[in-house]
């Protein structure tokens, strides 16, 4: 096996070793059909039992009941800033957006250009969106209140959802789905792309609670509506097959090795504390999003000198250690610390920020 490096990519990004093992060992005869999973019927036992055991899944490491429904869906995340305001929100009504950087406004954009009613109630655009707006003031008849869980670009998560009382949440969780056990309750609608937190590029997870698929339209387009993805078990037509495949062993991973949500949340903590405890001590190095904002996934830095910002992306790869430049739209560095990156990733990262430091400090 060739040598494999520390992965802080963005996304597509790291997924567990053991995964990636497992795919291998079974990649030309799954589970004795004497075929690949890539070859494989959807419509076939084998995969049914994929896409099922991936959707119980869900449900249990989401905690969520028989009143949500799990889809598998293409397009990315990016479809989604479509496919919700299409489906959730009636031409007469408005909905509630919260911008906390180029997602969320992407997702506003989207809603727009079908000329749907929407309304921004808060923004963190005022302060080069490094921190999370408060005490937000919802309307009590938005559709629904969309918002934008962890902006990986920015680095900035929301540590607590908003109150919204009765109204519905809809959340872009594409960058920390999965990275800390949830609530549910007060969600409608929430949506992942796979290939930060879950899996390969290809696939993006929906979940949705079932009173609002009641509000989806007869008049769009079959491959738009999430009825038609509820309805045929996400098979409709053919499926991303090897993406839910990956994705199921993800589920798999979260599960039994790591042993739930409230254990991936406990390493995941350990691991960002690392690197912004010593972010924090450091005039090297600064981190960019307000202290109690700051994501669990992505931590955005600078160095105090930027110009020594190129020279420490490419030492890093050079030490293998990869993927630590920022988002090409704001600069700087940014470490993405999803589930996959082990703790001793982050201690390697965090050892050769010290020594380059000291080098050029
Ligand atoms: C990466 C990302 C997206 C875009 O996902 P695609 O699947 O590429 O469309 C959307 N939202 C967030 C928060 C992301 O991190």
Redesign the pocket.
Known sequence: MGKRIHNFN??PAALPLPVLEEIQGEFLDYKGSGMSITEVSHRSAWFEEVINDAKVRVKRLLGCGEDYEVLFIQ???????SMVPMNLLPDDQVADYVNTGS?SA??IKEAQILAKKVRVVASSEDRDFTYIPKNIDFNEDAAYVHI??????RGTQWSRYPDTGTLPLVS????DIMGRPMDLTSFGLIY?????NLGP?GV?LVVIRRDMLDRVPDNLPTMLRYTTFSAKNSMFNTPPCFAIYVVQLVLKWLEETVGGLAKMEKINKEKAALIYNYLDKSDFYRGTADKEDRSMMNVTFRLAEQSLEQIFVEEALANDLGGLKGHRSVGGCRASLYNATVLEAVEALVSFMTDFERRYG
Request: no cysteine; charged share 10%; aromatic share 6%.
């Open positions: 963005p996304g397009g990315g995340a990016s479809l989604q800033f997602w992407k997702a934008t869980s962890n902006n990986t670009i872009d969780l594409s960058s992942a792309g796979a290939q930060k590029a993006t």
